[in-house]
């Protein structure tokens, strides 16, 4: 095998990896973060929400299994960049069509291998989620850290619209049709439309920037606000539909990037977590069942709660509370059990419910796939508990403007 191009990683606080050329050669920039899963880099690689991050896998080795035509979450890889330890020299898998460094490569993904991934984890751990640089084309360290410093941060960054579809399309329900959904697209994984329509939902998947005539004019049942990439606190025109969404009473879920929209809307603040919730194995309470999940996760920003500090002992405990906002009482529905981060908002008086993390779980777990039944049963004119609440039968719906 002929040897490997050395690379560099380099952190915007100036900690420095050194390392082979792994993907594509040449240099890219973006916010460095780790995601703990073990398997599913496919599908990681290819989540919109990852757009501008470059992902440190933690698992030591990664592209065993190649890659496939199934398994994609979208159109393309939206990584800014790859940063792995071992990577297999063959793929072995029957459903495999091709090595993983050669769809990086022809994706123009710059990536770095052979590098001590539990330590850059550790530090990020420590320091935070930062910029960062990897380089095939550069070795002078310093040189490459006056250019990580002058690329953008993820605060501020409005992403949304240039991961979203240009396109309205439509995913059809499978075998008898119950129920319509209009999902606005804000970096949306293929498989949240397949699990929909699993359960006889069709739905129609608009741009980020539909207004709510637009979503009207689909017939839509309910609305979904989809994940994606991003500092939430720049997302005014989704926060904007939402409350329209709200205002009408129509059913509403939203995951993930989608939960922090819904909690704008309804009054609450957001902030940047120190470095994120990234990976397959994130315990989460579900307050109303009391049952503890294994869930799927990928967000650094997360809904604020009201009279707590985040990373203090006074926000060590998510109240038990029902919070008076403009659309009614809303209160804490699910909670990270490492943290204590907010992972679920549900709305008392108006059919909206959320979730922080992943229920499509592509790749697994799928302890969190029963969010979606508690949607149909949204719709249907059932509370997201379960209880009686304004859904599908309730006429208030489409006439309050």
């Not at 697209?185 to 709510?212: C, Q």
């Amino acid at each position: 095998m002929a040897k490997r191009r050395s690379a560099i990683l380099v952190l915007e606080d100036g900690r420095t990896f050194h390392g082979e050329a792994y993907g594509s050669v040449g240099e890219t920039f973006g916010e460095a973060v780790f995601n703990t899963g073990m398997t599913g880099y496919q599908e990681t690689l290819t989540d919109p929400s990852y757009h501008r991050q470059v992902v440190v896998q933690t698992a030591p080795h990664i592209g065993n299994t190649g890659v496939n035509g199934e398994d994609d979450e979208s159109d393309r890889i939206w990584v800014a960049g790859y940063v792995v330890r071992d990577p297999a020299r063959i793929g072995s898998n029957w459903r495999s069509t091709g090595g993983l460094e050669d769809r990086l490569g022809v994706e123009g993904v710059v990536g770095i291998a052979g590098v001590d991934t539990r330590a850059l984890t550790r530090h990020l751990r420590e320091r935070g989620a930062m910029r960062v640089g990897i380089s095939s084309v550069e070795d002078d360290p310093r040189a490459l850290l006056e250019r990580v410093r002058q690329s953008p941060q993820m605060v501020g960054a409005d992403l949304s619209a240039e991961v979203s579809t240009a396109t309205p399309y439509v995913v059809e329900a499978e075998g008898e049709h119950r129920y319509t959904v209009a999902a606005v697209d804000l970096g949306i994984k293929r498989n949240v439309p397949r699990r929909l329509a699993a359960r006889g939902v069709t739905t129609h998947v608009l741009p980020a920037g539909s207004t709510i005539d637009d979503l009207l004019a689909t017939g839509a049942d309910a609305v979904f606000f989809s994940p994606g990439p991003g500092d939430p606190a720049t997302a005014d025109g989704p926060v904007t539909l939402a409350r329209e969404v709200l205002s009408r009473r129509i059913p509403l879920f939203g995951i993930c990037f989608g939960s922090q929209i819904l909690g704008r809307a309804l009054g609450f603040g957001t902030y940047k977590l120190g470095y994120g919730h990234r990976g397959i194995n994130q315990p989460v309470l579900d307050r109303a069942t009391g049952k503890v999940e294994v869930t799927s996760h990928n967000h650094g920003f997360a809904v604020a709660w009201p009279g707590r500090e985040p990373g203090t002992a006074a926000g060590a405990v998510v109240p038990d509370e029902v919070i008076e906002t403009e659309f009614g009482g809303v209160q804490v529905s699910h909670v990270c059990l490492n943290d204590n981060v907010v992972e679920g908002l549900r709305a008392v008086d108006v059919p909206a419910f959320t979730v922080q993390y992943h229920p499509e779980a592509a790749a697994g777990p799928h302890d969190a796939d029963y969010l979606f039944d508690r949607f149909a049963e949204l719709i249907e004119g059932r509370g997201p508990d379960g209880q009686p609440g304004a859904g599908r039968n309730h006429s208030e719906g489409r006439t309050n403007a």
